[in-house]
């Protein structure tokens, strides 16, 4: 499905009723923003998962600066689900 959408002078865009209601992306859905400079794209994913006190790391250009790396994040779960346990 392709819609245009138009960005607002604050950054802001609207995703169309449309491909909100196919994704069931309600008001307050978390979104992962991704930028592949290689194909020109903006992805935008659902956040699926949350690790309990840890913070999500920033997207964009500062992605390099905090790298986050799959065993690392598994490390963390493993962290809080200890620490949700005892």
Do not use: C, F, H, N
Not at 8 to 19: A, D, L, N
Not at 38 to 63: D, F, M, N, T
């Amino acid at each position: 499905m392709r819609r245009i959408t138009v960005m607002s002078s604050r950054g802001q865009i609207v995703v169309p009723i449309e491909v909100r209601r196919q994704l069931k992306w309600e008001a307050g859905t978390q979104l992962v923003v991704e930028w592949s400079g290689q194909s020109r794209r903006l992805v935008l994913s659902p956040v699926r998962e949350q690790v309990v006190g840890v913070k999500i790391p920033p997207a964009g250009i500062l992605r390099d600066v905090y790298p986050v790396s799959t065993t690392y994040v598994a490390q963390l779960r493993d962290e809080a689900d200890r620490d949700t346990l005892s």
